[in-house]
């Protein structure tokens, strides 16, 4: 009889798989016509910016992982070198460039400024017990993170499409908005395996931390803050309970144990509302 497979091996063989079925995007396969490039930069020009300079920022990611998780399992070295890194830096030169040809500057990005927090994370983790704590925080942070590209390429889909730039709908977004579920699924995969084996004070050490530490993803600082509150405004999902409450689920379900329907925790719904109140302030002034 066939032995169940373990879930370190579900998630090998879901890695081995997107990295067969995805890979990184060609730069030559993209066809970056644009019919109206004034009325698309005006639309969505700031929202391609941001996701940009995020998805470029990849690099910096690998280096706070290497931070962060000074012995992480081969699995996760296997997911961010072979697959994930270079999907997303595609995903990000592609945006770029279409940015740059609807006549503005490249994405601004810091790839290699690793900070504070993780730095500390990083030095406590060469504990074993404490490193499983810092990669429960890189999962939660993965799947918020990877959430949010979907849901944020689904709507950016839907308005480019609109507009009638069909070219760009389908040579750039579709493509991409393809490999971000599966990033989605190796963190969530990932998150529930290991919160399974946490002892209760690992997980009363994830909630407390994560409660200090949750940010929108591509958020470090004031400005950018304000940036994806603006994001927030032009995709419509400002006032949007529901856009938070799916990129907050799994957390929710796993951390807080709150089942379908109950509250998002503080921490994230306030998160969110000072990106959207960021925004409106800087506009403001
Ligand atoms: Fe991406
Ligand atoms: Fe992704």
């Known amino acids: 009889m066939a032995r169940p497979r373990s879930a370190s091996a579900r998630l090998v063989e879901h890695v081995q798989k997107l990295g067969e079925q995805h890979p990184p995007i060609d730069l030559a396969s993209v066809d970056f016509a644009v019919k109206d490039p004034r009325l698309l930069n005006e639309r969505f020009g700031h929202v391609l910016d941001f996701m940009a300079r995020v998805e470029l920022e990849v690099d910096r990611n690998v280096l706070e992982l290497l931070t962060l ?34 006549g503005r500057d490249n994405a601004v990005t810091d790839l290699e400024n690793v900070g504070f927090k993780l730095k500390l994370l990083g030095a406590l983790s060469h504990l074993g017990a404490f490193q499983d704590v810092s990669r429960m925080l ?19 889909h839907d308005g480019i499409v609109e507009m009638g730039e069909g070219a760009i709908a389908e040579t750039v977004i579709v493509p991409i908005k393809r490999q971000e579920p599966g990033h989605y699924a190796f963190y969530q995969l ?63 379900e796993l951390l807080w ?26 506009a403001a002034a």
């Open 190 to 252: 990932s998150a529930r395996h290991l919160w399974a084996e946490l002892a209760p004070w690992q997980k009363w050490l994830v909630r407390k931390l994560r409660s200090f530490s949750f940010s929108p993803v591509g958020v470090n600082n004031p400005e950018q803050l304000a940036d994806f509150g603006d994001v927030m405004a032009t995709l419509g999902v400002s006032e949007d309970v529901q856009f938070v409450a799916q990129i907050a689920r799994v957390e929710t």
């Open 138 to 156: 890189y999962y939660l942070t993965g799947m918020a993170t990877e959430r949010s590209a979907v849901l944020a390429y689904n709507i950016l």
């Open 69 to 102: 998780l000074p012995d992480p399992p081969e699995v996760d070295v296997f997911f961010y070198r072979d697959v994930w890194q270079p999907q997303e830096i595609q995903h990000g030169r592609i945006l770029d460039e279409l940015q740059v040809r609807l």
């Open 257 to 282: 144990a709150r089942g379908h329907g109950l509250p998002v925790p503080d921490y994230i719904v306030q998160a969110f509302a000072g990106a959207v109140s960021a925004a409106r302030e800087r």
